[in-house]
Structures are given as C-alpha cells and as structure tokens.
C-alpha cells in the first residue's frame, strides 16, 4: 500500500543500490538484496546506529541523532533512525 | 605591663620600718596585705621627697580615692619587686577577697564533680572592651612595604618658543653608512648598576611520584568458538510488521530526510577533489627523461644468424626473460622469386634467448625452411606454430625443455640438461645408420650449445601456401570454427585453431583436431614408416598430422569490381583479442608450477558436434593488408543466399608499399594501426570514409609498427634508419613526439612486452640479426589518470571531422 509505494519511491532514485528496513531488534524486515548480505548490513548498522546514537545522547542529553550517512570509496550508506525501526539505503554517487 | 593599677614598688628597710611593713615581722607570705592610711605616705612623701619609696607613685596616691591603699608584699616577685602598689580601690577590694572567695569556689568546684552536675553557665553577651594591644601592630608595621626612598620626579620641559616651529629635514645616504642601516644601539650604563641582593621567588610545592605495579593472576588462554546465526523473522511476522501502523508512521517522517539526502549525492559529488584531480594529470608530464628506452641487453649470435635478418620476435607468455628470435636468409628480390633454387647451407632456426645469459642461446626450435612469422600458443606456451618461406605451417612442441627454460640461469645449469642429450645421442647414433637424414644430434654432444628441438608436425605441402606465410594467428579459445565458417563455442577452452594469410591470394583457417584422422591404410604405413625413423626425442603430440595437415577453411580473396585477387601479408581478426593468462601477474621467476597433467593437448577430445552452441555474437570481419599496399576490411562468414557469393569487401589504398604491420590496439577493439612504405594510417571499424589518422609521406620508410601494451595512445614505428619513433597521440600528432636510434640497419620487428609492473620491456630487431631489449621508461609506461578516456575522445574528434569533411565535399560536388 502506502508502505510499499514511499520504498518504491525511494528505491527509484538514482544510483540506489539496496533498500533494507529494520526493526528495533536489528532482525530485517524488508529488503531488496539477497539474505545475507542483508542479515550482515542490518546487523552491523543496527550496532553502528546505537553507537551513534548513544554518542550524541551523551554529549547533549537533549540532542537525539535524526540521520547517519557513511561515505565510503565506491558507495554511501544512508541510515534514517526511529524509535522502533531503522531505514538503510545504499547509493552510488556515480561519477 | 598587664595591670594599670599595679605598681611594684621597692620598700627599703627605713620604709618598712616606718609603716610596719617589715619583712617577715608584719608582713609574711601568708599575710601579705598592709593597708597604710593615705595621709602617712603624703606626709613621708613630704618629709622624705625623693628618696621616698612612694616618689615614684607619688601622682596615683595622690589621685587615690579611697583613705587607706593597698601595699602586698609580693615574696615570689611576681611583679618585679618585694612589694607592689595597688592603685585602685575596686582592685583593692578584689585582691582582698578573691583569695577567700577562690579558696571557696575551689572547694566548690571540688564537690561539684564529685556530685557530676551540669552547671550551665549564663549566657553573657560579648561586652564591649577597649582594644588591648598585645604587639600585633608592631608586627605589622615591619612586614609592609614602605619605599625607603622617595621617588624622583623628573619635569621636562622645553622653551615655548621652539613649538610649532618649522622643521628641516635633511637627507643622508644610507649607503654610505656601513651596512647601509642607521640604528641606535644600546649600550651599558655605568651609573645604573644596581646588584640583585634580595629577590622574591614564588615556590610549589609538587607530589612526589612513585611508581607501583602490580600482576594480575595468568590464566593460560583457551580456544573458544561459538556458532552463531543471524534471528530472522518468519514470513507472516514481516507481513504483520509491515502492515502495522507504526511502520507507516516511521516510514512517513522518515522518508523526506532520506529524499534530501538521495537528492545531495545526485545533484554533486560533495567529496571530489578538484585540486587533487587536477595535480595528477600535471605531474605526469613533467619531468621528461632523457632517454625514452633504455637499452637493456642485446642478443646476437654469429653462428646461426650470420647473415641473416630477423624476420619476427615473440616473448614467452609465462616464463620471465625468455625471448623467441626467427630468422630467415636476407634474399633479393630475384633469388626470392626463384625459391625452389636455393639451397640451404646452413639450417635455419628460431633461438630463444634468456636475459640471464646473453650470449648462448638457451633452445632452438629446427625449422624445416626460413620462418617468416611464428606464435606462442596462448593456452600451452610450449607449442608453438610457425609459417615457413615456402607456405608450410609448423608446430613445436617444447614441454621437455620447459623446465630448462625456466631456470635458464647461467651456463652451469645447461650441463645437466645435455647429460640427458647425451644418453639420446647415443641411441641415436645407432639409428643414424638407418636413417639417411643428417642427424643434428652430434651439436648437442657438447656442453655449451643450445638444445635443439625438432618439429612435431608440418603441414601437407600440396595444401598449404604456394608462397610465403607472413602472417600467422592463433584464435581465441572461446570459439572455433567448423568447415561452413560457422563459429561455435569452444568446449576444450584451449587455442585449437589457426589462420594464415600469405601473398599467394588465400587464406587458410588450420584446425588441430584431437584424435587421429582416418587415414587410407595405404597411407598409413607409409606414415609409420616415417614416423619410426623420428628420432625419438620429438615428442609425438602432433604425430597425426605431420605432413597431412590441411586446412579447414580456405578464403581466396577476389577484389570485386576486376576479376583478379588481393595478396595479403598481413591479417587482423576483430576477435583476436586474447590475452595470455598469466601475463598481468607478476610472475615469480622461478617457482612456476609446472602443470601436473599432460600437455593439454594430448587429453583433447573431439566433441560431439551437435551439442555445441552457434555463437552468434563472434564478429566474424577482419582486416587484410595485401602486398600492393591496400587496406581490404572483409568478413568470412559464408552468406546463406547465393546471389552474393562473394563476400563483402572494402578496400582502401593509402600506402605505396606492402603492408608490413596491420595490429590491433590494445584498447580499443576497432582500432588498426597500419604501417606500409612512406607512411602508416589508424582506421576505425565501421569507418569506411578512411582512415581516421594518415601520416604525410616522410622521408624513410617504415618498416615496423606496434601499439604499446600500457597506454592507450601510444605506439612504435621503426624505420629503415634505425630508429623508433614514438608517437604520442595525446601530444602530437603531426609528428613523433620522441624518437631514438636503436641500430644502424633497418629495423625488422618490434615487440613490446610487460614483464612485471616495473619493468616493460620493447624488443627490436634489426637487418643484422641483432636483437636489442630495450626498457621502456616510466612515463612512456604508464598512463596518466583519464588517458584512455581521452583517447577515445581524440578518436571521436577524428571520426567526426571525417564526416565533416565528407559532407562538405558532397556539398562542393552538387554545388557543381
């Protein structure tokens, strides 16, 4: 439905590789890669994503982590954190 | 001191006796209290002025209000003297009664604390007493700080009149001061030497450090491992997750932050580094060396190459430093005509060289007549197939010399080798007798020549060329060709098939089939009985086809419009394109692993034909360069429908000369390098207005070309002077951008090659039989950042100028 149609929406855009969804518990809910390397993303960003958010916590207790982007050599990792479920994109910055 | 109403007093014995105070009489220790009338000591102050006891205290007495005053005799001194004077009447009273009263308290106090009460004492508030100086402010009136002198005013001050007046300056060279610089420098003053005898100095105070260690118990460490593996939900939790609300809320204000961010790394890469991108490209270009190719070793031998000019180079694909040399007699153009005329005095040979030993040749491969062109095969270095001056095809096998190839160290190590040789020798000698061919066997008998190898296999002679091969190919191993032209895929995946071209107007596609051929029977003994008298050492790899191998596919090449044909000397298929397996590794020299198994080709087997898969994507073109210096670009495939039998062709003349080099680049599939005569071209195919770069006729002849392996833009020319030119296309392209002498005969043949990620090597041959390795240097080796981006740009320009140029001719004709 709605659900589906904001991931295709996303997934649309240019140079996104993967799509994942995850949920609090860093099991995946929804993905558009083969299991896995979704299991071993969803894993390690869900650890990374804690850390993160326990860094901005800790230096102001008012502050709460909205977005985390990893760039790397050949792609980036957008992370979108909630409460309850974590939003992973993959995109390539083609050149 | 202390009490201002007591007064010690000395009482001398007269004063004593007058007021019966005397010591130990009246007063005691005990009883030290005298009262004496104020009126006595004014009249005894008046009789006896100054020497009386009371003079001192005369003032207090007479100020004293009360009748009587006090005088204690003071036996333990207490004041300073025997007696003292109590000057007031309340202390009077109090030194009187005290005592009684303090004896009572005491006693009071003493029966208090046997009886432990609390008494609790009224709380008086603080009563407001004079200030008593106790000598505080002594103190600190010596630790302030008071100036000891008075500080020194100074008032300048200068004539009115001299304000506001006009001011010359003058001016002064500075050069004529020393050191062209005016300055007012400092000096010592004898008049202010003051000496530091006090200074004032702050101290801290640091904690000492200690150091302290301590041992945690050692516990040896263990092994442990734990299995793990990832919780995944089941598919009806996802689909309950997925249609939860919550999941729509997350994902609704999540997704615009997503978007943007998606949106960023679209718009601009925020990361590219302009600066360092742009630095890249400058630096290769910069320093330019002095010499392009460095001249690494040069090989020659005066045995075998006496006279004779070195008709084509190939380096060993796998083993480091292992060079491959094929000669042939330099004939005029007469003697060349009449072929079956000349007599071979001397045996012509391919050598193989090794960068360890330069001056003997580590192997020779025995050819029957002169090779004009021979090649590795890519999937097995050890065969080796080469094109002879009189059309026949041969092969090689060398997999029992491989080993010796790859040690080729120094001479020492060829002395094991020949000890084997020896022991076939003599075998052979035996045979000798029955076998009438010289046998060449007795060369090896000592220590220092090279091996010889004979040849596995030779073609038929009635079926191969009628004139020279020049060219000769392996095909890839992805593909091979049946007896219609059709490709199929290649099962086996090793280099199978052939194709040679020669002047005599055909082509031939060669094909090594795996198991024997059925023969005649008739014919067949007469091959045993030649295949006995093989010495025994030649491996029997190809024992099947020597001397009845024919082609599979003949190609004559008629020119369409006359009726007569091209002669090729040199042929380019689009899909030759292979690459040796192991040449982008780097190649440890010494420990190659020799394969376990078989030569390869001896474990062929013929597959079943009907399985394989039509391949339908192989490009079937090739470009042909023919004696008379044309250019036919053609395609072999038969066509199904007969009106056109002929295949088609496209044909262009540009060089004057025959065609001596026709390469593809390494690079770009479509892109020839042509080198005939006075000048050379690049085509590009499916360019058919011409060829996208045609040098002007220069001065010398060319007479070699190649593409270099590494950069896209670079290629090799050799000249019948003795020089390389090397172009840049990416410099100039009017013009060699460096060229260098190698020799001072015609250059023949070069190779380039890439031995190890450093070291790129160009092999160059010349007229005398001097085969020169020269080392490539680094800029001409390796290419700079966007080299291949910007070569395929400049062949772009090119192509379309030439159909600029086209047009406006088309224009300028109908214009007509």
């Known amino acids: ?95 | 001191i202390g009490h201002p109403e007591i007064f010690p007093l000395v009482f001398t014995t007269k004063t004593q006796e007058i007021f019966n105070c005397r010591v130990d009489e009246d007063v005691t220790e005990e009883n030290c209290f005298k009262l004496i009338k104020k009126e006595d000591i004014i009249q005894d102050l008046k009789t006896r002025a100054t020497i009386s006891d009371f003079h001192p205290v005369k003032k207090v007495v007479l100020e004293y209000p009360g009748e009587e005053l006090l005088v204690v005799f003071d036996a333990k001194f207490q004041y300073g003297q025997n007696f003292y004077f109590v000057a007031s009447e309340e202390a009077k009273e109090n030194l009187l009664k005290p005592p009684e009263t303090a004896e009572e308290k005491d006693d009071d106090k003493e029966e208090e604390n046997r009886e432990e009460t609390l008494e609790v004492h009224p709380y008086k508030p603080p009563v407001h007493k004079p200030w008593v100086s106790l000598g505080s402010e002594k103190e600190v009136e010596e630790e302030s700080v008071k100036d000891t002198v008075t500080k020194i005013k100074y008032m300048v001050s200068r004539v009115r009149r001299k304000f506001g007046a006009p001011i010359t300056f003058t001016d002064k060279n500075a050069s004529h001061v020393k050191d062209s610089y005016v300055e007012c420098t400092s000096y010592q003053d004898k008049t202010f030497s003051i000496k530091m005898l006090e200074k004032d100095v702050g101290v801290q105070m640091v904690p000492k450090v200690r150091e302290a260690s301590t041992q945690t118990k050692w516990t040896y460490p263990k092994n442990a491992a734990t299995q793990y593996f990832p919780r995944q939900l089941s598919n009806e939790e996802k689909e309950e997750s997925l249609s939860s609300e919550k999941l729509k809320e997350f994902l609704t204000s999540v997704h615009l932050r997503m978007e943007i961010a998606l949106q960023q790394n679209e718009i601009m890469n925020a990361f590219f580094d302009d600066w360092k991108a742009l630095a890249e490209d400058e630096s290769s270009s910069g320093g330019k060396p002095d010499v392009y190719l460095k001249a690494y070793q040069s090989f020659t031998d005066l045995r075998y190459l006496k006279d004779r000019t070195i008709s084509c180079i190939c380096w060993h694909p796998t083993i480091y430093g292992i060079i491959a040399v094929s000669a042939r007699v330099w004939l005029s153009y007469e003697e060349q005509v009449n072929l079956s005329d000349k007599s071979l005095l001397q045996q012509s040979v391919i050598l193989f060289w090794s960068f360890f030993d330069p001056i003997h040749p580590q192997l020779m491969l025995e050819c029957p007549e002169d090779i004009y062109c021979f090649q590795f095969s890519p999937s097995d270095p050890n065969i080796i197939a080469g094109g002879c001056i009189n059309g026949q095809v041969v092969l090689w096998d060398i997999s029992q010399h491989e080993e010796k190839l790859q040690n080729a160290k120094t001479v020492a190590d060829g002395i094991k080798v020949t000890a084997v040789n020896m022991v076939n020798a003599s075998i052979l000698n035996i045979l000798q007798y029955i076998y009438m061919s010289p046998s060449l066997m007795q060369v090896q008998q000592s220590s220092t020549e090279p091996p010889l190898v004979r040849y596995c296999a030779v073609s038929s002679i009635q079926n191969s060329h009628k004139k020279p091969v020049t060219d000769i190919h392996w095909l890839p191993d992805y593909f091979e060709d049946n007896r219609m032209g059709a490709t199929f895929e290649n099962r086996a995946e090793i280099c199978v098939q052939l194709v040679t071209c020669s002047p005599d107007c055909s082509i031939l596609f060669w094909d090594i089939p795996a198991t024997k051929l059925p023969e005649q029977p008739s014919s067949e003994k007469v091959k045993e009985e030649e295949i006995f008298c093989m010495p025994p050492d030649v491996p029997d790899t190809f024992k099947h086809l020597d001397l009845c191998w024919k082609p599979l596919i003949k190609i004559n090449l008629h020119k369409s419009d006359t009726n007569t044909e091209y002669s090729p000397v040199r042929i380019s298929l689009k899909e030759l394109h292979y690459h040796y397996k192991t040449s982008e590794k780097v190649l440890s020299l010494n420990t190659l692993e020799v394969p376990a198994k078989d030569n390869p080709y001896t474990e062929m087997s013929t597959p079943s034909s009907k399985n394989l898969k039509v391949l339908e994507n192989i490009s079937t073109d090739f470009f042909v360069g023919t004696e008379d210096g044309e250019i036919v670009y053609s395609n072999w495939k038969m066509e199904i429908d007969s009106d056109s039998a002929k295949p088609h062709t496209q044909k262009y003349t540009i060089h004057t000369e025959t065609i001596n080099t026709l390469q593809r680049s390494p690079f770009f599939k479509d892109i020839v390098l042509s080198v005939g005569g006075r000048n050379f071209a690049i085509w590009k195919e499916g360019v058919t207005n011409g060829p996208i770069l045609q040098t002007s006729c220069s001065a010398g002849r060319y007479t070699a070309g190649q593409w270099s392996l590494t950069r896209p833009g670079v290629f090799f020319i050799g000249r019948d002077d003795g020089n390389i030119d090397i172009w840049d296309l990416l410099r100039k392209t009017h013009e060699p951008s460096h060229f260098q002498n190698i020799s001072e005969s015609t250059i023949t043949f070069i190779s380039p090659w890439i031995a190890s990620p450093k070291q790129h090597f160009l092999a160059v041959s010349d007229d005398l039989g001097v085969l020169h390795v020269l080392e490539i240097c680094q800029t001409l080796g390796h290419p700079s950042r966007n080299e291949h981006a910007n070569v395929l740009d400049y062949f772009e320009r090119e192509v379309k100028y030439l159909k600029y140029c086209e047009q406006e001719f088309q224009e300028y004709q109908e214009f007509q």
């Not at chain 1, 869900?46 to 760039?71: C, G, W, Y």
């Not at chain 1, 954190?81 to 995109?91: A, F, G, N, R, T």
Request: glycine fraction near 4%.
């Open chain 1, 1 to 95: 439905a709605e659900v589906e149609e904001t991931l295709k929406r996303i997934q649309a855009h240019k140079g996104v590789i993967a799509t994942i969804v995850v949920n609090a518990e860093g099991i995946p809910i929804r993905t558009t890669l083969d299991n896995s390397t979704t299991v071993q993303y969803a894993g390690l960003l869900h650890q990374l994503t804690m850390k993160a958010r326990s860094t901005v916590r800790d230096i102001d207790p008012q502050n709460e982590l909205t977005f985390l982007r990893i760039r790397s050599k050949k792609h980036e990792i957008m992370v979108a954190p909630d409460k309850e479920y974590l939003l992973i994109v993959i995109q390539n910055p083609c050149e």
